[in-house]
């Protein structure tokens, strides 16, 4: 039955290709031979960032990262984790090791990260027993030690998230127009943000 569960949630994971909820790391890694490209930001304004990772070895990922604020040019960095392990849903949650903006030149400034996922199974019609993901974390981040994250699927292609950086809370939704695409809108204090992702397996 372990087994059972083992493989259907590895086949569920699948198709989910962020190993980050907004911008919290999560306990999941990309894929192996999976591409993601994302871009997040707020129209008229300069505040944008950006992501473009892989997944490989197995257990590790690598993001190079850029963003830019209202009165800073474009700076670039890259996160790197260690996928200690999978999600297995209702089972045993998923375990994340890293470091984000490994070269410190953001506003947030480097933090080095432990990042714990559990993902639940959700039976009913209103979620299409799409399992929910619930991220709990720790950082060495100045602003303060804990993160959390959150992923709430009502349908196959409609997803709301959530996330609290220790400093700030955000929320919006995802929609997965078709396979490897995902439009993403966030609510936070500094303005709506629109968001695009690609994946795709090399």
């Known amino acids: 039955m372990r087994r059972l569960i083992l493989i259907a949630s590895l086949a569920s994971s699948a198709s989910a290709f962020a190993d980050h909820e907004i911008t919290v790391p999560k306990g999941r890694k990309l894929l192996d031979g999976q591409f993601r490209a994302e871009i997040l930001g707020v129209p008229g304004e300069r505040t944008t960032r950006a992501w473009l990772g892989a997944g490989f070895l197995k257990a590790f990922d690598l993001e190079l990262t850029s963003s830019r604020g209202q009165d800073t040019d474009w700076r670039s960095s890259f996160d790197f984790s260690y996928n200690y392990s999978p999600p297995i849903m209702d089972v045993a949650p998923g375990v994340s090791i890293g470091v984000q903006d490994a070269l410190n030149v953001t506003e947030e400034g480097r933090a080095a990260f432990l990042a714990v996922t559990y993902r639940y199974g959700n039976e009913g019609a209103l979620n299409q027993d799409i399992p929910t993901d619930l991220t709990l974390g720790i950082w060495s981040r100045k602003t303060g030690l804990a993160f959390f994250g959150v992923n709430l699927p009502f349908s196959e292609t409609f997803r709301l998230i959530g996330e609290h950086n220790s400093k700030r809370l955000a929320g919006g ?22 968001g695009l992702s690609l994946n795709t397996k090399f």
């Open 173 to 194: 939704f995802e929609l997965r127009a078709r396979p490897g695409i995902v439009f993403k809108t966030v609510f936070e204090a500094g303005g709506t943000q629109f």
